[in-house]
């Protein structure tokens, strides 16, 4: 087992940065998934974060840290969307120069809102790899610094702060159940519960078109997948890294498996039942309860929605959806 670089002294010194910045999120039970699974759920909202998702905790979390080190430069990153828009808008709340290196494919809704927020744009390769590796040639090139989505203690001690934010909140829990993409939010909410309260379980949510999280778990290694299917771009790195692989090894209980339709099924519940929009990675934990049941997880298990992004085609799909 590989040892994690990520210490409750990075989390709570990440809660301290965000707390004047950001407020938490509701969390709130849903009716409509207890009638339709039959025992009760609780829904962590991070789409009413400022950018609709949860990625701003761990980007704005890394630009305060640079700041206080006396950083002024320009920063870049590179992102399916959703880190992008989180950089984008922490680099502007500081006035630093922005480059956010999206996949030529990307959610177009979500690169207006990038550029809207004052960052520059490179449309490179068909995928987030592709896109990572093009920003890391740009940094070296023009000596930016470089803010990973979750290869970074500081971008997971911030995303961990969901979990300390659960901690706190009044609705008791026995489980919570996370997406997994490169592993950063999972590893950090994972880290906080198991810290402070190690009786709750803390499960991961994969595609089956992008498990690399899942392989390398069994590998006990960090594995590379060739390419990934699914809808669900924020949860589609081809590969997580060795320091969200040992947060996982050691804290994670489980890892459940579903596929794009699961998430179709529970956007819909979301979007009808309880008129929450809802990217699909952001659905993917009670699409996991929905297709595995609720008592898989626990008595109150907390889905959490990990953002609101949803593309035109994916929301018309779900308004369509007959089930």
Do not use: W
């Not at 301290?16 to 938490?24: F, H, I, M, Q």
């Not at 950063?184 to 994969?206: N, Q, T």
């Amino acid at each position: 087992m590989l040892e994690p670089d990520v210490r409750l002294s990075d989390v709570l010194a990440a809660q301290a940065r965000l707390a004047p910045y950001l407020v938490p999120t509701p969390l709130q039970p849903s009716p409509a998934a207890r009638e339709a699974l039959g025992g009760e759920v609780l829904l962590k909202l991070e789409m009413f974060q400022p950018i609709r998702v949860f990625k701003i905790r761990g980007a704005l979390n890394r630009i305060l840290h640079l700041r206080q080190d006396g950083h002024s430069g320009g920063v870049i990153t590179a992102s399916a969307g959703n880190h992008g828009m989180a950089v984008a808008y922490a680099a502007e709340r500081f006035a630093l120069p922005a480059t956010v290196c999206v996949p030529e494919g990307a959610n177009q809704a979500k690169v207006r809102a990038i550029r809207r927020l004052g960052a520059r744009i490179v449309a490179a390769g068909e995928d987030y790899q592709a896109a990572s590796e093009h920003a890391d040639r740009i940094a070296r090139d023009e000596g930016l610094t470089y803010v990973h989505a979750y290869d970074d203690v500081d971008v997971v001690s911030g995303q961990a702060t969901l979990g300390m934010e659960l901690l706190v909140q009044p609705q008791p829990f026995d489980a919570v159940v996370v997406p997994i993409g490169g592993g950063g939010l999972i590893g950090g909410v994972a880290l906080a519960i198991k810290r402070h309260r190690p009786e709750v379980r803390v499960y991961g949510v994969a595609m089956s078109g992008a498990d690399s999280m899942v392989r390398s778990l069994a590998a006990g290694r960090v594995v590379s997948l060739p390419e990934v299917r699914t809808i669900a771009d924020g949860l589609a790195p081809r590969r997580p890294s060795e320091r969200t692989l040992s947060l996982v090894q050691r804290y994670v209980d489980d890892i459940f498996v579903i596929d794009d339709e699961d998430l179709y099924r529970a956007l819909h519940l979301l979007l009808f039942e309880e008129h929450l929009i809802v990217e699909p990675s952001g659905g993917a934990a009670l699409a996991a309860l929905m297709r595995h049941g609720v008592r898989r997880f626990g008595q109150r298990p907390v889905a959490v929605l990990s953002g609101g992004f949803c593309a035109d085609d994916v929301l018309r799909r779900v308004v369509q959806l007959d089930t």
